[in-house]
C-alpha cells in the first residue's frame, strides 16, 4: 500500500502534479489528511487523483465553506458527521481498509476552549470507543478466518514525549502512548508539529510502531515487512 499523506501545509508543487503529470501519481492507493488543511485542497486532491480517502480534522477551522454536516445514518446514531469530499471524518472511528485497519483521532491538546480541543480525559475516552471497535473487527475476522490486518493510526496532535513541543497546544496525548503499547499499530501518521520545512523527515520507532510527522506532504510505502517514507512529495513543490 502507497499512502500520500499531508498536513498543515499546501504543496504547491503536488497540485502542480495533478494537473500537468497525474500519471507519475498512478501507484498511490489512498489519501490521507492528518488535518489543518483548507477543504478546497482536499477535495482538488481527491477529485484529481481518484483515490480512496481518509480524513481527520485539526485544531483550526478549514477555511473553505465547503466542508459541511449531513445527518449520520444509521450506523452513527442521532449525532452529525462531518464529511469531506464525500467522506466521513474518521476521528474516533476504525475503518477497513485492504489489509489495514484505519483508526483516527483529530483535534489537540485542550488550550483556549475553541472548536476541536480535547482534555487528556476526553481523548482517553475517545481512545477507548476506538479500542472497542478494533477488538470487534479482530473478532469478526477470526471468526471469518481471515488474514489478521495491521493498524494505521491517524491523527493530528502527537504522541506524549515524541515529536510533540511543551507547549500546551503542541503537547501530545498521554492515552496515546498507552493505546500505542497496548494496541501495537504498525504505523502511526499525525500532523500539528510544523518542521523546518517539507523536506524534513520526523520519524521513530517505538517497538513495532514507525511513527511519521506528516507535515507538509509525505508519500509512505507500506509493506508488512517494512515502511519507507519520501519526505515533500515531488521535485518542484
Known sequence: MKILAVSDELSRGLETLIVNDPQKLDD??????CG????????????????????????HPLENSGEYFEPQKAAFSSRGVRYVAGQPDLHGRVAAYKNYLFAGFGGSMWY???????SESEMAKTVRSVERSIAWYRLRD????????????????????????????????????AFMDKASPFLWLHGHIHLANQYTNQISTEGPTTIV?????????????????TAHCYIGS
Open 28 to 33: 498511490i492507493d489512498v489519501i490521507v489528511s
Open 36 to 59: 489543518d488543511l483548507d477543504t478546497e485542497y482536499l477535495e482538488f486532491l481527491v477529485d484529481g487523483m481518484r483515490r480512496d480517502f481518509f480524513f481527520i480534522r485539526g485544531n
Open 112 to 118: 483556549n476552549g475553541e472548536e476541536n480541543q480535547y
Open 142 to 177: 477470526k471468526f471469518l478466518g481471515r488474514q489478521r490486518k495491521e493498524l494505521v493510526v491517524v491523527s493530528h496532535a502527537p504522541i506524549a514525549n515524541i515529536h510533540d513541543l511543551p507547549d500546551r497546544p503542541h503537547k501530545g496525548f498521554k492515552c496515546f502512548k
Open 213 to 229: 510527522n506528516v507535515f507538509g506532504c509525505k508519500i509512505i510505502d507500506v509493506s508488512r515487512k517494512s515502511i519507507q517514507v
